[in-house]
């Protein structure tokens, strides 16, 4: 087959890999994949990388009809069977340039985007009628999407993030057993919890008072994160690491993470690291909320609660942490094994193509 995929990623996050994984499998199944990404973002880069087709387009907005004539073009000229849209700014864009070429149209929602009034009217249109199917990354959006734009069940697919969880086999234990360390994998923006988790530190650390933090990601938050951890008189207790790309590798200088989001499809760095082993404290405004039993393979609080989720830290790290992150981590071989998923989405978009 020929998929078209679209992304408007400025930053690398879990939905841009969660793309780059699905392309790069389903090129090694014999497909043809082809993305449509924007000028100079992150997935251009590691796509021109591997040596992997792309093309740029800004539409600038989410209706800006001018660049469609360029979109159809490429669905034609590259024999395209299925555009499948990852990204908000190509919702609209996508689902109509298919349907000018005959061509089925999946829209992926990585994380939910709740509509009041009329917006959710324009997004029943979206939704239910411009797109040939809707795929969910979790249970929980699936479940906001039929009570939210009246779709009908059988419109809506869930099919997880995959990833390769052998890569993350020979990770065993942190390096420092004098401490214990926590860690955020996270794009430091607003809207991750961030600030809650901060928030959290002290408490963190009155019950686990060998307790040390570590702050993973860019972005324009880590000042104001950095100026709050010395107010706090934590400073020496916290390590801001900045971009990494050896996750694996940070991963196992970690005891446990936490994934603060009050709001997340399905946290691909939570993911990671369940199938490193370490255990997740998330909380239950994600998709992980379908996933997570709390000390069974990780926890659940509730968001934008800096006191419950010291107190859900405290907990997990007091219980046989290592027992729950092994859960944790068959859970993922279980559900979020990259094969597996990409099975699934072979299954589905070849039913499209068939039905079309």
């Known amino acids: 087959m020929n998929i078209l995929f679209f992304d408007a990623t400025r930053e690398?996050?879990?939905g841009a890999n969660r793309l780059f994984l699905f392309s790069k499998e389903l090129v090694k199944r014999g497909h043809n994949v082809l993305v449509c990404t924007l000028p100079g973002n992150e997935m251009s880069k590691r796509l021109a990388k591997d040596e992997m087709p792309f093309f740029n387009i800004d539409p600038r907005s989410d209706i800006n009809l001018l660049v469609a004539p360029e979109i159809i073009r490429k669905i034609r000229e590259h024999h395209i069977d299925i555009i499948d849209i990852h990204s908000p700014r190509f919702y609209w864009l996508g689902t109509i340039s298919?349907?000018?070429?005959?061509?089925p149209a999946i829209i992926t929602r990585n994380?939910?985007?709740?509509k009041k009034g009329f917006k959710r009217q324009l997004n029943h249109l979206l939704y239910g009628m411009l797109a040939n199917r809707v795929v969910a990354i979790s249970d929980k959006i699936k479940r906001e999407l039929l009570v939210d734009y009246w779709l009908e069940e059988r419109h809506v697919d869930v099919i997880y993030d995959g990833l390769d969880t052998a890569i993350f086999d020979i990770q065993t234990s942190a390096s420092d057993k004098s401490r214990i360390t926590?860690?955020?994998l996270s794009r430091l923006v607003y809207g991750k919890g961030l600030e809650s988790f901060v928030e959290a530190m002290p408490g963190?650390?009155?019950q686990i008072p060998n307790a040390r933090f570590v702050i993973a990601g860019s972005g324009p938050l880590k000042d104001i994160l950095r100026q709050r951890v010395v107010d706090l008189d934590l400073d020496s207790k916290v390590a801001f690491t900045g971009f990494r790309q050896d996750v694996p590798q940070l991963l196992s200088e970690l005891d446990i993470t936490?994934?603060?989001s009050p709001e997340e499809g399905m946290s691909m760095s939570a993911l990671e690291s369940m199938a490193s082993g370490r255990p997740v404290v998330?909380?239950?405004?994600g998709g992980l909320v379908d996933i997570i039993t709390t000390l069974e393979n990780g926890v659940i609080v509730s968001p934008n609660d800096p006191a419950e989720l010291a107190q859900g830290v405290a907990c997990l790290l007091q219980a046989d942490y290592h027992a729950i992150g092994a859960k944790a981590k068959q859970i993922t071989k279980e559900k979020f094994e990259l094969n597996r998923i990409i099975d699934q989405y072979e299954a589905l978009v070849s039913s499209l193509v068939k039905q079309n």
């Open 12 to 14: 690398w996050s879990g």
């Open 98 to 103: 298919a349907r000018v070429c005959g061509k």
């Open 111 to 114: 994380v939910p985007f709740r």
């Open 182 to 184: 926590i860690g955020v």
């Open 204 to 206: 963190i650390v009155q």
């Open 258 to 260: 936490v994934n603060p």
């Open 282 to 285: 998330a909380t239950s405004g």
